[in-house]
């Protein structure tokens, strides 16, 4: 197969996976990972959309803004908790 024939089909792959990982990481615990996922793969598929059209472009976007949510809300909740457990550690709380 041509080369930048499957590059394409690899970064619309990539874009779909990203939106179900981005998707995946707006779960509660477990989803921390998989928008860390969505982020890194986001990323290699925007590199390769400078050199074609990228059809599910939208769904990359949309992956990689439920992967931010996910990421910036749940990286806040674990942070809380992990502080509240420090401070009734410590006898503060």
């Known amino acids: 197969m ?3 024939v499957s590059d394409k089909i690899q970064m619309l792959k990539s874009s779909m996976r990203c939106f179900i990982y981005g998707l995946l990481g707006l779960l509660p ?5 998989f928008a860390l996922a969505a982020l890194f793969i986001s990323g290699r598929v925007r ?5 074609f059209w ?4 939208p769904y ?8 931010s949510i996910g ?12 502080a509240r457990v420090f401070m009734i550690a410590q006898g503060l709380g």
């Open 54 to 57: 990228n059809a599910a472009r």
């Open 47 to 51: 590199v390769k959309e400078k050199l």
């Open 60 to 67: 990359r976007l949309w992956g990689m803004v439920c992967a």
């Open 29 to 33: 615990v477990f989803g921390l990972p």
């Open 71 to 82: 990421l910036i809300f749940w990286s806040g909740i674990y942070i809380f908790i992990i």
């Open 2 to 4: 041509n080369d930048r």
